[in-house]
């Protein structure tokens, strides 16, 4: 289930969320709105959510949050942009990567 996340979201979404892979959630963040979609089965599902609610491609980041460790990765094929300099599937620049963990910990913590 993909879910659009504009306030901090409760147990009950995360939990819906996370049904598509087993407590792992999927997730797309728009560093410039902080706002995020979670859940479904590919990143490319949030990106075009958010794409739909008028967010701009580069400000779209992928991840992921494993609801049992807390842990948050970076990985994810929408990262991939070279004309970003970020020519890997993890986040490359720490600033991005710290302004995706920070919105993600004050949506979803």
Do not use: C
């Not at 979201?9 to 709105?33: C, M």
């Amino acid at each position: 289930m993909l879910i659009l996340v504009t306030e901090r979201a409760n147990e009950e979404t995360l939990k819906k969320a996370s049904e598509d892979l087993a407590g792992y959630i999927k997730f797309v963040v728009d560093i410039e709105k902080k706002i995020l979609t979670i859940g479904g089965q590919r990143h490319v599902e949030g990106e075009q959510m958010l794409l739909k609610e008028g967010s701009k491609q580069e400000n779209l980041w992928g991840g992921g949050l494993d609801l049992e460790t807390g842990e948050v990765d970076f990985d994810s094929m929408i990262n991939i942009r070279p004309n970003q300099d970020n020519t890997s599937r993890e986040i490359l620049s720490e600033r991005i990567r710290k302004q995706v963990e920070e919105i993600v910990r004050n949506l979803l913590k």
